[in-house]
């Protein structure tokens, strides 16, 4: 497997003192996903959980609704120049039945780090529908574990701390248990690696909890949430317009801005419960 974080050598300035030092960076790295061997994308993203990242991505794009319409998967013999495997490639085998996306001119699976929908043909190319009643769950958030989640989430990031350089995604239950943290390079990666972690546990839809994440809140990260039947999406940061209008469309309780005592609600507002 690759690795997490690098070593390298940095100068050092902090006002006067100028020293040069070992510093520890998050590693980037290609992950292409294939189809039954026939190339279907490539993000950036950080080494690690990448099954996970997988499935994830597969559910959030539609192509496949939980851990069954997945045969198996593997790693390909991708290779660097000293002949070793780089696992940045995986294949995967969908079950009998499970249609192939179509791949062509229409919609470009190429994602980066900085952004999951570059590459995208047009915003109603990524409009997904979700097979998920999101607008009907009926989950509750008191307004105190709201506010918790920021820290918690932070408190979980043993990467960020030794890189400063992460972003992070937590699935939290509404009384504010940890269920699931991921860490990478990526936004839109950290959350599908989330979110693969509950498709291979069959736990899709993921009713009743919140998605929490470390920064802004875009359309992207909007629509994998409604894709996994996640009812509440908060970020540390602000939302896209976008995010607004299809929280809005789908029924999600979007947050943004949620950092020491106070936050937005955008939409939904109904879920969170206030103080007396």
Excluded: W
Aim: hydrophobic share 40%; glycine share 10%; charged share 25%.
């Amino acid at each position: 497997m690759g690795r997490v974080t690098s070593r390298t050598p940095v100068l050092r300035i902090r006002g006067p003192q100028h020293t040069t030092r070992p510093d520890t960076v998050a590693a980037e790295e290609p992950l292409e996903i294939r189809l039954g061997g026939t190339a279907l994308a490539i993000t950036m993203r950080t080494p690690g959980d990448d099954f996970d990242l997988v499935h994830g991505f597969l559910a959030t794009e539609g192509v496949i609704r939980g851990a069954d319409d997945v045969a198996g998967l593997r790693y390909c013999d991708s290779v660097d120049a000293d002949g070793r495997n780089t696992y940045n490639v995986v294949d995967v085998d969908l079950a009998p039945g499970v249609p192939v996306p179509d791949t062509g001119l229409e919609r470009n699976f190429y994602t980066s780090s900085s952004c999951g929908v570059c590459g995208k043909a047009s915003i109603d190319a990524i409009r997904t529908k979700t097979s998920f009643d999101v607008a009907a769950d009926a989950v509750e958030l008191p307004l105190e574990v709201l506010l918790a989640l920021p820290d918690r989430l932070r408190a979980a990031q043993q990467v960020f701390d030794k890189t400063g350089g992460l972003h992070a995604a937590g699935l939290f239950t509404a009384d504010g248990e940890l269920r699931a943290l991921r860490e990478d390079v990526g936004r839109h990666n950290a959350v599908d690696k989330v979110i693969g972690d509950g498709v291979r546990e069959g736990r899709l839809p993921l009713a009743g909890q919140v998605l929490m994440v470390s920064g802004r809140a875009s359309f992207e990260l909007t629509q994998k949430a409604a894709m996994a039947g996640i009812p509440v999406l908060a970020a540390v940061s602000a939302p896209s317009s976008l995010a607004v209008e299809l929280a809005r469309e789908v029924g999600i309780t979007l947050v943004g801005f949620l950092r020491g005592d106070g936050c937005n609600v955008y939409t939904r507002t109904e879920r969170i419960e206030l103080p007396a």
